[in-house]
Every structure is written in structure tokens, then in C-alpha cells.
């Protein structure tokens, strides 16, 4: 197999991205271009980031055997559609159900482009960001955007996850050569350029 992936990178545990301990991936990439995004470092389609699927699908083995779930985040994961579903067969084969896709594109956009989806994750959690859309939602950037969970056997799961009042949290990492902040800060007080 020689596909590829444009992958900014992954990470576990993540602790601020879904319930439980998860394994986080983030693509690289992204048409969307909200204003005010928080990783604008993850738009540009840059080639520096292709990985080929088999060696990042032997690179994540390890950890995906004890976590508790898979959150996939950008860039946009939908912008790298094959390359996706090809993550997200490994998973199924591998037995993990508990995976959550953050996009900015609409869930009626999803759905209607790329209907399999919900038959490989467990929630979506969609819409573009939108600066100024304050929300008190610690698991989404702005009050417009919405889960929707396809695996009902994890609806308490996730239930538990999005009314739990706790502050927001953030994780500070550093993998390959950079620093990585995961998680959804609040919108209150940043001034944006």
C-alpha cells in the first residue's frame, strides 16, 4: 500500500478531546479557513506532512491497544476523505468503536457526500468555527457547532462527556520539534487580528 496522508501529528493520552483517554490525530490541511481558527498552522495542503498509511498505521499499534477511544481533528479530515477511510477501516479492524470526528463542514454536508460514515464512528461533532459565537460548551470552539452521536451504545458515554460542568482544560505538548496545544480554549477575552 503506498497511500498517503498529510498528518500533522497525533498524540496520547488526550484527555480534553472526547471521553476518556483517547488517542488524538490531526490531520494536516484544510479548505475551510475559519476566521479566527486556532490552528491555522494545520491549513495549508503542505506535502512536508505526507505519511504513507502502513507505517503510520504501525506507529499508533501501541497506543491504540489501551486507548479508550480516537479523536480525529485538523486541518479537515473530510478535505483528505480516502485517505480517512482508510484510517478508519484500520480502526474497525483493530475493534475500536469509539471514534469522534471534530469537522467544519455541516453534518447535512457529511452525510450527504459521504453517507458510510456513520456506519465507522461514534460521534461527530460539526460546523465551521464562528469568532464571537461564545459557547459555555467546554467540547466545541463555537455555540453553533453540534454532536451527533451514531453508536447509541455510547450515548451515556458521551452524554456524561458534554454535561460535565468542570473547566475547560488544555494539554501542552511537545512532539516532533514543536509545541502542541490540545483542547478548546475559550473565546471570552481573545482578541483576534
Excluded at 460539526?126 to 467540547?139: L, N, Q
Aim: hydrophobic share 40%; net charge positive.
Amino acid at each position: 500500500m503506498d497511500k498517503k496522508i498529510l498528518l500533522r501529528f497525533w498524540h496520547y493520552p488526550v484527555m480534553t478531546l472526547g471521553p476518556g483517554r483517547r488517542l488524538g490525530i490531526w490531520f494536516q490541511g484544510c479548505s475551510i479557513h475559519c476566521a479566527g481558527c486556532i490552528a491555522p498552522e494545520n491549513q495549508a495542503f503542505d506535502k512536508n506532512f505526507a505519511v504513507p498509511l502502513e507505517n503510520f498505521f504501525k506507529e499508533i499499534q501501541a497506543p491504540l491497544s489501551y486507548a479508550e477511544g480516537v479523536t480525529i481533528s485538523g486541518g479537515e479530515p473530510f478535505d483528505q476523505a480516502p485517505a480517512l477511510f482508510e484510517l478508519l477501516k484500520f480502526f474497525k479492524a483493530q475493534g475500536q468503536e469509539d471514534i469522534l470526528i471534530y469537522s467544519g463542514y455541516l453534518n447535512r454536508k457529511i452525510l450527504s457526500e459521504w453517507p458510510e460514515i456513520k456506519n465507522f464512528i461514534a460521534a461527530l461533532v460539526d460546523g465551521p468555527f464562528i469568532a464571537g459565537a461564545v459557547t459555555e460548551s467546554r467540547w466545541k470552539g463555537s455555540e453553533n457547532q453540534e454532536l451527533t452521536i451514531f453508536n447509541k451504545s455510547l450515548v451515556q458515554k458521551y452524554s456524561s462527556w458534554i454535561n460535565d460542568s468542570s473547566p475547560r482544560k488544555l494539554q501542552l505538548v511537545k512532539k516532533f520539534n514543536g509545541h502542541y496545544l490540545i483542547g478548546i480554549p475559550e473565546q471570552k477575552g481573545i482578541i483576534l487580528n
